[in-house]
């Protein structure tokens, strides 16, 4: 067949049209394939990526039920104990002559049975998961819980140590959580609960164990003290809190000083205690800090309508009295002694020097022999050393940190900020050696505490006892060192101090060559001629 030069052309045209089409649609093809390529790729990672992050999610949730289930396992097992066969009359009263116990009673007043077992304890079982760190109450929490989650007045005396914190703490939780707190208003405020302590450090301690109890039943507490400023104490007075807006504020646990002042300022109102707590109670009852109690607990309910806890460990005779005025036939737990008692886990050992030029040489030489190492951070290997002034600490601090020791400072001339730096980084073991003035010796726990230097004695036995108590805490045993010279204040305190450590089971001859003679205790305001049957008297204020 004969074709003409233009069909050819057409014909070339036509194919090379249906060739680029068809090199199109492969070329399609591959884009398509391609895409779903990527598509299929994008889809797969995101697979893995949402198995992946299920894993995670089912990860976080099996921890948290296993953390949930640990607590219930917990708690029903501390519940199941309560099936056990209560005390017999025969176990409480060795569980008495073990300890040392007296418990005295008002005459109209039932005994007391203590509690032996955490079981015993009648509480919400949330509540109960804090005697997962116990094996079994402390002597004063056995014997102060019953009649304090009675209603009753109580005061508890025991050697430092000894868990005092929880025995007003539980009580006082309980009684909260039983009564839901009234909507915020000035006629019915929400501050029901108020613990008066003497040191800033130990309001924040005590303010931190019942936050952290507290919060699972909405319930806040606000440290309230000096040294900083006012703006959060005031918000957590209001109820303004920024990380749970759940919890209500109902307790308050604060040192005199900047809890009058927020008083004053009309920023407090403790119209509403009913339940109070004074840590500490023998120094909170003397050394100058009596009137500031008295205002104090005059803003809170009457005495006939609240309940006063006191607790510390040692009682003099002239404080007892003055206690009394606060309270109403409390029943009162003595661990030990009435007298001044020393921790019994304690071992005491003291120094008699000629004069007080050769402490940095002995202190130097002690450190060395307890194997302090200069750089050290070893939890166990902690030792506080105590002074008499802040300029003292401030020296002695100095000299150890030029010897090249890790070492920190507690005083009344730093800031409150520094203070607590230097605690808490004691607490922690980044320094290994504290110098602190008699701020550090009440009342703190700081764990794993081996050993203390007082490099100079204190002003009384009572603040002897205290600070030697900042080691041998919670059934530990612990070591103190002492350097006693016989100068100024400290040869009249010679007699007591041979005295505590006769009944602790430890000598020092050397201190025979001092006065052996032991002063009658007396009331630092009143003195010798202290009564307790003057009835007290507001004093009116007058404006200029």
Same mark, same amino acid.
């Given at each position: 067949m ?8 057409e ?6 049209k249906?060739?680029n089409?068809e090199?199109?649609?492969?070329t ?7 895409d779903k390529k ?13 198995g ?5 999610q ?5 921890k ?9 396992e917990?708690v ?10 209560? @005390?017999?009359?025969?176990e ?9 116990i007296t ?7 039932? @005994? ?7 079981s015993q304890? @009648? ?27 009675e ?10 140590g000894s ?18 707190p ?6 019915s405020p929400?501050i ?10 130990l309001?924040?301690?005590t303010?931190e164990?019942?936050q ?7 319930i806040a507490s606000?440290?309230?003290f000096?040294?900083? @400023?006012?703006?959060g ?12 807006s759940?919890?209500?504020t ?8 900047r ?8 920023a ?12 500490e ?9 009596e009137?500031?109690i ?13 309940q ?9 005779e ?9 309270q109403?036939?409390p029943?009162?737990?003595t ?27 002995r202190?130097l ?7 302090h190492k ?8 902690r ?6 002034y802040?300029?003292?600490?401030s020296?002695?601090e ?6 090249g ?6 005083h009344g001339?730093?800031?409150q ?24 010796a ?9 050993a203390?230097?007082?490099?100079t ?9 205290h600070?030697?108590g900042r080691?041998g ?5 612990g ?9 100024n ?7 007591e ?6 009944d ?12 052996m ?5 007396e009331?630092?305001?009143y003195?010798?001629f ?8 507001t ?6």
């Open positions: 004969f074709c003409s030069g233009l069909e050819v052309s014909k070339k045209k036509k194919k090379k249906k060739d089409q090199s199109q649609a492969v399609d093809l591959a884009i398509d394939g391609n990527e598509k299929r790729k994008k889809k797969e990672k995101k697979g893995r990526e949402e992946a992050s299920s894993v995670d089912k990860d976080r949730k099996s948290k039920h296993d953390k949930k289930r640990k607590d219930r917990l029903e097992d501390i519940s199941s104990e309560s099936k056990l066969t209560p @005390p017999s009359p025969a409480i009263s060795a569980f008495l002559t073990k300890h040392n418990i005295h009673v008002a005459s109209s007043s039932s @005994p007391v049975t203590p509690f032996l077992h955490f304890l @009648p509480i919400p079982d949330p509540l109960r998961t804090f005697s997962a760190k116990f094996k079994e109450p402390s002597p004063v929490q056995a014997c102060t819980w019953p009649p304090a989650l209603g009753k007045d109580v005061v508890g005396i025991a050697e430092t868990g005092k914190t929880l025995a007003f703490g539980i009580p006082a939780l309980a009684r909260l959580i039983s009564s839901p009234p909507p915020p208003s000035k006629s929400t029901t609960t108020l613990v008066l302590a003497p040191t800033r450090e309001a924040l301690q303010h164990a019942l952290e109890l507290g919060e699972q039943f909405g606000v440290a309230v000096g040294g900083v @400023p006012k703006e104490q005031l918000k957590m007075l209001k109820n303004l809190h920024k990380a749970n759940n919890l209500v109902r307790i308050i646990v604060g040192t005199p000083g809890l009058l002042d927020l008083m004053s300022e009309g407090c109102d403790l119209s509403g205690v009913d339940f109070l707590v004074l840590d109670a023998d120094r909170m009852l003397d050394k100058g800090f009137n500031d008295r205002q104090i607990i005059s803003q809170t309910k009457p005495q006939q309508d609240r006063t806890l006191m607790f510390s460990a040692t009682w003099p002239a404080v007892r009295k003055l206690a009394g005025t606060f109403n036939d029943v009162r737990v661990v030990g002694s009435d007298d001044l008692t020393a921790n019994s886990r304690v071992e005491q050992i003291v120094e008699v020097l000629d004069d007080s030029r050769g402490k940095d040489a202190l030489k002690h450190l060395r022999a307890l194997g200069k750089a050290s951070t070893d939890a166990d290997s030792i506080l050393i105590f002074a008499l802040k300029a003292e600490a020296r002695v100095g000299m150890l940190r030029r010897e020791y890790s070492v920190g400072a507690l001339d730093l800031s900020n520094n203070r607590l730096q230097a605690l808490e980084e004691f607490k922690s073991g980044k320094t290994g050696l504290l110098v602190a003035t008699d701020v550090a009440r009342g703190l726990d700081i764990p794993n505490v081996g203390v230097i007082n490099y004695f204190p002003l009384t036995i009572e603040d002897y006892i600070r030697i080691t805490r919670g059934g530990k045993f070591k103190s060192i002492t350097f006693f010279t016989g100068e204040q400290e040869r009249g305190l010679a007699g101090l041979s005295r505590v450590l006769n602790s089971g430890f000598a020092c001859p050397d201190l025979k060559k001092f006065p003679t032991i002063k009658k205790k009331h630092g305001a003195g010798a202290f009564r307790d049957d003057i009835p007290a008297t004093r009116k204020k007058i404006v200029f």
